[in-house]
Structures are given as C-alpha cells and as structure tokens.
C-alpha cells in the first residue's frame, strides 16, 4: 500500500481535494494523472485522545483500507478518523468507506 509522505503533497490533498463525511470516518479524495499508483494516509488527530486511542483508529481505517483495496489508482486519498473509528470493526468503517468513495465515481 503506497502511503502519502511528504508534506507537500499531503497539503496539496489536503487543500485542492474534494471532502466528504461519514459519522465513522471522514475523507478528502484528489484525482490524478489516471497512470499514477494511488496513494493513501491515516490521519488520527490529537484531539481525539492518547496515543493508544490514535493508534487503534489508524489500525481500524488501515484494515478497512485493505479489504476494500485502497489506494485506487489515479487518486490520493486522506482518511480521517473520527471518536466513532475507535469502537468501530473495520467491516463498518470499510462499509462506509465504500460509500464514501461512490460519491467520487464518474
């Protein structure tokens, strides 16, 4: 899974990238050149709790990720964890990344 690492690129998501929400998780989505590996980033902020809590969320959106297979080529996509991510099974979060993602399709 090929993962967002510079700062750059990360802002550049981050401020030219469409958003959407789901009470489980939050997403920001920036289409690219359709030849590009897709490239993703776990997002845990650190008013959501300790590094435990952060933790976990991040592991909880890393296994939905992987069962739905992000990153999707020709995209960058930041997934955001919310306080629901923590309690949550990654079949949920997966589920609703799923929908999430459909809003983008065309």
């Not at 920001?28 to 969320?57: E, Q």
């Not at 799923?98 to 983008?104: D, E, I, P, V």
């Amino acid at each position: 899974m090929e993962t967002i690492k510079s700062k750059v690129e990360f802002e550049r998501v981050f401020s030219c990238g469409k958003r959407a929400a789901h009470p489980l998780v939050r997403i920001t989505i920036l289409r690219r050149d359709k030849g590009d590996p897709g490239k993703v980033a776990f997002v845990a902020a650190k008013r959501l709790g300790n590094a435990v809590f952060r933790n976990r969320c991040k592991r909880v959106l890393r296994e939905a990720a992987r069962s739905i297979d992000l990153p999707l080529e020709g995209f960058s996509i930041i997934l955001f964890a919310t306080r629901s991510t923590y309690t949550a099974h990654p079949a949920d979060v997966a589920q609703a990344l799923t929908k999430l993602l459909r809003r983008f399709e065309g």
